[in-house]
Nanobody, 122 residues
Framework: QVQLVESGGGLVQAGGSLRLSCAAS????????MGWLRQAPGKERELVAL????????FYKDSAKGRFTISRDNAKNTVYLQMNSLKPEDTAVYYC???????????????WGQGTQVTVSS
């Protein structure tokens, strides 16, 4: 069992930065692929970024490439999402998720956090 708690969301002006953190509990954290998904009002949930259990493989949604960076610290059971050059269209609830790679890429992570709101004003 893995429990995920996000933090770091908030209100920021366009062009600004935020760093999201996700603290995980459970001894199996380091075995799982971790990721961030987001859902804006009236839109479908979408995968933003993934990082493999070892950290040697990452994936980014096209619109996040070059602006967002996902990282993890297995010693601290924490995964991060550094978001730079934020745009109003990045406004959404951001969810931390964990699970085997197949579940993450398939859109059905095994574990979810409660979400943190990110609002980017123009």
């Amino acid at each position: 069992q893995v429990q995920l708690v996000e933090s770091g969301g908030g209100l920021v002006q366009a062009g600004g930065s935020l760093r999201l953190s996700c603290a995980a509990s459970g001894r199996t954290f380091s075995r799982y692929t971790m990721g961030w998904l987001r859902q804006a009002p009236g839109k479908e949930r979408e995968l933003v970024a993934l990082i493999s259990w070892s950290g040697d493989m990452t994936f980014y949604k096209d619109s996040a490439k070059g602006r967002f960076t996902i990282s993890r610290d297995n010693a601290k059971n924490t995964v991060y999402l550094q978001m730079n050059s934020l745009k109003p269209e990045d406004t959404a609830v951001y969810y931390c998720a964990a699970g085997p790679m197949s579940t993450m890429t398939g859109g059905s992570p095994a574990y979810w956090g409660q979400g943190t709101q990110v609002t980017v004003s123009s």
